[in-house]
């Protein structure tokens, strides 16, 4: 049985296709690494480069948000309150067993005793298995873009743009979208094309995006960039990036559950 299914579609409207990957969380545990520029205030015990006592069950990976000064939310890890919760915001929430769910602060998912980690980013993107209103509203609401051809600040942002998305399905997989060419509402379409209830926005523009899976040989059984491959193929980051020191944005893993722990609750 497989962990991930990965595809590419090309969304409504769209011209170039977006990575698309189903996880299937009864046989994958979620855990949140975290940088010295997103959240900031380290050290962490999870943090780049990805050490091999986790590759030895690395199965994949995925970019966090927005530098916390752009999220409009806040992050909890690893037992402290990095920035404060804000209630309505777009949550990924991670459980004391490696579960993952996504949804709306305070409505959706709360702080319980089993809560380890809270990464949120602006407002949810997906409700009801239906963008919310706010994906087809103004797309500077959604996070300052590039522009066409540069990234400087003096060349005007554009609404589509590389964009990254994370959601939760009804009976509990987690699926990610990240593409080239994405205004909000294509990127929540996708979102629920891919079968999500819930959904949130993560980071965006060309260099922050990134999911890598990884299919070590028998003869190592390490996640290594050399097994790795990136979704989508023109992704700027890749399999090396969460193995780099230098890596310092936050980003979630998803590990091979132990076979003792798979199917249990």
């Given at each position: 049985m497989a962990a991930v299914?990965?595809?590419?579609?090309?969304?409504?409207?769209?011209?170039?296709?977006?990575?698309?990957?189903?996880?299937?969380?009864?046989?994958?545990?979620?855990?949140?690494?975290?940088g010295s520029i997103s959240p900031g205030g380290g050290p962490y015990r999870y943090t780049a480069p990805v050490e091999p006592a986790q590759a030895s069950t690395l199965v994949a990976a995925f970019n966090g948000g927005f530098k916390m000064s752009a999220a409009g939310g806040g992050y909890y890890t690893e037992?402290?309150?990095?920035?404060p919760?804000?209630?309505?915001?777009?949550s990924l929430v991670i459980y004391r067993d490696g579960g993952i769910d996504i949804g709306a602060w305070g409505r959706d998912v709360r702080m319980t005793p089993s809560v380890v980690a809270v990464r949120q980013n602006l407002v949810p993107l997906v409700a009801g298995g239906r963008p919310t209103p706010a994906a087809a509203g103004p797309w500077q609401a959604w996070g300052n873009t590039c522009g066409?051809?540069?990234?400087?600040?003096?060349?005007?942002?554009?609404?589509?743009?590389?964009r990254s998305g994370a959601g939760i399905t009804a009976d509990g997989a987690l699926v990610y979208v990240n593409g080239p060419a994405l205004d909000p509402l294509q990127l929540a379409q996708l979102l629920v094309r891919a079968g999500a209830v819930r959904a949130m926005e993560l980071d965006i523009n060309p260099f922050w995006p990134v999911l890598a899976t990884y299919d070590p040989s028998p003869s190592t059984g390490l996640a290594a960039p050399g097994n790795g491959r990136r979704l989508p193929p023109g992704s700027i980051q890749g399999p090396a990036t969460f193995f780099e020191p230098w890596w310092a944005r936050d980003f979630v893993t998803m590990s091979a559950r132990p076979v003792a722990a798979r199917g249990a609750g």
């Open positions: 299914y990965e595809t590419t579609l090309v969304p409504p409207g769209g011209s170039q296709a977006a990575g698309v990957a189903w996880m299937d969380t009864r046989l994958l545990t979620a855990r949140l690494y975290s037992g402290r309150l990095i920035d919760l804000r209630a309505g915001a777009a066409a051809t540069s990234c400087a600040a003096s060349v005007p942002g554009i609404d589509h743009q590389w």
